[in-house]
């Protein structure tokens, strides 16, 4: 029905549809956020680690933080997994959700906040304080009209927003209006055009306010320096330097001490989805990430590899393309990079919605093959997820990392009409434990 709708209504009916939500959200809830210094983290990859990272910052400092995320949901100490399988939800679900974290007590909101969700305007009746932008990267979606300008502009727009809210105060003291951004992002002036009291520019190479050096990368996280202080994740991955950049960068702006931000980022154990860690009680490692399209999919095999490669071990990957108006460019480029980063391939289904799973599945495999894979060798096709999981773990040997992409830790999969009650790391888990019964 809501297909149906879509393709039959005007955009401009629709738009006004989820306007007067938003603000009708907002008004049932009292306006919350009026009562939060709100963060909002946006960007193409790397959002919900950035938003946790800084929930873990301002928690360390302090503060009694909420966050809502892709993957989960944090009020003060608590955290659930995110079950509405959207990272902005509407009909006044957002809106609900803040002001559950003002009536415990909470400080600051940390908001991921998506361009589907700004075009959508689920971010309206929400006063933005501070804007992180994490990448920008082409992704085409329908949401956007296939158009990645039309994707910009939409985050631009959350940059725009923070000169049309009142100053804030915390504890007293007022809140500057914040922006930070990738220092080697092309477009970034567009953003920095806008008004904030702070512009702070991040990343590892020159022209930047906070910059990284000296990083290093092993299967127990990443060590990095930044201005002669030297900072430690447990996350995995080298990638997760920008991210942790990007959660300096605003924890400076609030007047957080670098002692307090290095605390924050060393006491997050992990993101649901994200790079996580399966516990296997066999010779070999097993993570489920998030990653669902060229670039991330890279970051996550180039992570894996260097785990591998200090135990002579391979990467096994398991992958798979969206439907429901996910981009099918990205597949080719999926099949491609996988193809090139990883020993074993196994594509199956992610979420496939009304589209046929089979042609998903095979724009990809056949990608990895024009790139050198070889079916039935190290390139398998298995629609169903659950043995496309098994058979990742079946052929994992000694040294191995295994990477189970494309969901991480979302709690439904979606095919047709049909929703199913999921969870990767729950099915890994469980197949994990019927190898060793068997």
């Known amino acids: ?51 946790n990272l800084i929930w873990s910052i301002l928690t360390a400092a302090g503060y009694t933080v909420g966050l809502t995320g892709t993957a989960n949901i944090r009020v003060g100490s608590t955290e659930e997994l995110n079950p509405y399988h959207m990272t902005m939800p509407g009909r006044f679900a957002m809106h609900a959700l803040l002001a559950r974290m003002v009536r415990a007590g909470c400080e600051i909101a940390v908001v991921e906040t998506p361009s589907e969700g700004i075009e959508q305007y689920r971010h309206r009746g929400i006063t933005y304080d501070a804007a992180v932008l994490t990448s920008l990267y082409p992704e085409y979606l329908e949401t956007h009209g296939w158009n990645y300008d039309r994707l910009k502009s939409q985050i631009e727009e959350l940059f725009a927003s923070l000169a049309g809210h009142p100053h804030k105060k915390l504890r007293g003291a007022p809140v500057p209006k914040t922006m930070v951004i990738p220092a080697g992002l092309e477009d970034k002036a567009r953003f920095l055009t806008h008004p904030a009291d702070k512009k702070i520019l991040y990343g590892t190479g020159d022209g930047t306010h906070i910059q990284a050096t000296n990083i290093t990368s092993t299967a127990e996280g990443v060590r990095f320096v930044v201005d002669g202080k030297t900072y430690g994740l447990k996350l ?203």
């Open 1 to 51: 029905m809501k297909k149906l709708i879509k393709k039959v209504a005007p955009r401009g009916l629709l738009h006004l549809y989820h306007l007067a939500l938003a603000y009708a959200g907002a008004i049932r809830y009292g306006f919350p956020t009026r009562r939060l210094v709100v963060i909002g983290v946006t960007g193409t990859r790397g959002k919900t680690t950035t938003a």
């Open 236 to 438: 995995v991955g080298s990638f997760n330097v920008e991210n942790a950049l990007a959660a300096i960068a605003l924890a400076r702006a609030l007047g957080i001490p670098d002692a307090e931000t290095a605390r924050g980022l060393a006491r997050l154990e992990t993101v649901p989805g994200r790079m996580e860690a399966i516990g296997t009680g066999r010779p070999f490692t097993v993570f489920v990430d998030y990653a669902h399209d060229g670039p991330s999919i890279e970051a996550a095999c180039r992570a894996a590899r260097e785990i591998a490669a200090a135990r002579g071990g391979r990467v096994v990957l398991v992958l798979g393309g969206e439907g429901g108006g996910r981009d099918k460019k990205k597949r080719p480029i999926m099949g491609e990079c996988a193809a090139r980063l990883a020993d074993i391939v196994v594509v199956s289904n992610v979420d496939p919605y009304d589209d046929d799973p089979v042609e998903i599945i095979e724009d990809i495999a056949r990608a990895s093959e024009r790139a050198g894979k070889v079916r039935g060798k190290n390139l398998f096709t298995i629609e169903d997820r659950r043995s496309g999981i098994r058979m990742a773990l079946e052929l994992a040997a000694e040294g191995d990392v295994v990477l189970i992409t494309g969901k991480g830790a979302e709690q439904a999969l979606i095919v047709g009409p049909t929703t199913l009650a999921w969870d990767d790391r729950t099915v890994t888990r469980e197949e994990l434990t019927r190898q060793k019964e068997t």
